[in-house]
């Protein structure tokens, strides 16, 4: 996936990939060879530690940062922001995601990164947050998710937020793809 990332950003773009600290080993190599330049990690923390059966509580989750290569990034922030982000996290009884992100979390990096009318990307797109997030503040959003159930969460968690109906758009109908790939059938 980290491929898809530099095929559809645009020189300079951001990036914003949020992972456990497992990750810090794994992705700089994979972000270095997709022309993907790896800035800083910004820290959430989520003001509330999950429970685990670890030695210590996680009470935080990494962000990679970082930008395609190829172009200066752009930055709207203020300066000197910090890199940690004190955000509570969604109430686990209210949660619709394993791990779903804040509205918060994504709005704040939407608006760091992007100007009004412009196109946000989450190849994740879980819970649905970063739509909200990119709706709050005027940006496009695309996001993909391979699992129905979620893809559901994420129309009808727009649909009350905005308080419109989804409508469903597309050039080619849904199953265009698999009948492109299926063999011809021979004809009698």
């Not at 000197?80 to 994504?106: R, Y």
């Not at 597309?170 to 009698?188: D, G, I, Q, R, T």
Request: glycine content about 10%; aromatic content about 12%; charged content about 25%.
């Amino acid at each position: 996936w980290f491929g898809n990332i530099t095929r559809v950003l645009i020189p300079g773009g951001t990036f914003y990939i949020w992972g456990g600290y497992a990750n810090c080993g794994n992705y700089p190599p994979v972000l270095k060879r997709c022309e993907l330049y790896f800035a800083q990690a910004i820290i959430w923390i989520k003001e509330h530690p999950v429970l685990t059966r670890k030695d210590f509580m996680g009470n935080h989750e990494w962000c990679f940062y970082g930008w395609k290569e190829g172009a200066a990034h752009r930055f709207f922030g203020p300066a000197n922001v910090p890199d940690t982000w004190s955000i509570k996290k969604v109430n686990p009884q209210s949660m619709v995601h394993l791990t779903e992100k804040p509205v918060e979390l994504a709005r704040r990096a939407i608006e760091f990164s992007s100007r009004p009318g412009e196109n946000v990307l989450d190849l994740f797109g879980g819970s649905g947050s970063t739509l909200i997030g990119a709706e709050m503040t005027g940006r496009r959003a695309f996001l993909m998710e391979l699992d129905a159930l979620y893809c559901d969460v994420i129309v009808q968690r727009w649909e009350k937020f905005t308080g419109r109906k989804a409508e469903r758009h597309s050039a080619a109908p849904a199953n265009s793809v698999a009948e492109e790939k299926a063999p011809a059938k021979a004809e009698a």
